[in-house]
Nanobody, 114 residues
Framework: VQLQASGGGSVQAGESLRLSCVAS????????MGWYRQAPGNQRDLVAS???????YYADSVKGRFTISRDSAKRTVYLQMDSLRPADTAVYYCNTRRAGLTEWGQGTQVTVSS
């Protein structure tokens, strides 16, 4: 499965971005879809995830500001990011899991300036 992430960019603090990750086949095959981020010199951390049955997780640092959602018809998972902060600056990656297989999309850069 190929995962195509997009939607990153450079914004000012307080602004919003929406990331999209389009899968090359139906997302119903995935038990889990998530967004991770990695800042320079840091490890890749989970930001938000949504399971096949709709359970959602958010990292404490983004609760109340980020929203993960999916559109099965468009084979897409989204990450709506509001009230962005400079600390949100990172490369964002979409991630999927199915039958023991973990797959990654290419990253999309998000840069937030103060």
């Amino acid at each position: 499965v190929q995962l195509q992430a997009s939607g990153g960019g450079s914004v000012q603090a307080g602004e919003s971005l929406r990331l999209s990750c389009v899968a090359s086949r139906s997302i119903s095959i995935f038990t889990y879809m998530g967004w991770y981020r990695q800042a320079p010199g840091n490890q890749r951390d989970l930001v938000a995830s949504i399971s096949r049955d709709g359970n959602i997780y958010y990292a404490d640092s983004v609760k109340g500001r980020f929203t993960i959602s999916r559109d099965s018809a468009k084979r897409t998972v989204y990450l709506q990011m509001d009230s962005l902060r400079p600390a949100d600056t990172a490369v964002y990656y979409c991630n999927t899991r199915r039958a023991g297989l973990t797959e990654w999309g290419q990253g999309t850069q998000v840069t937030v300036s103060s």
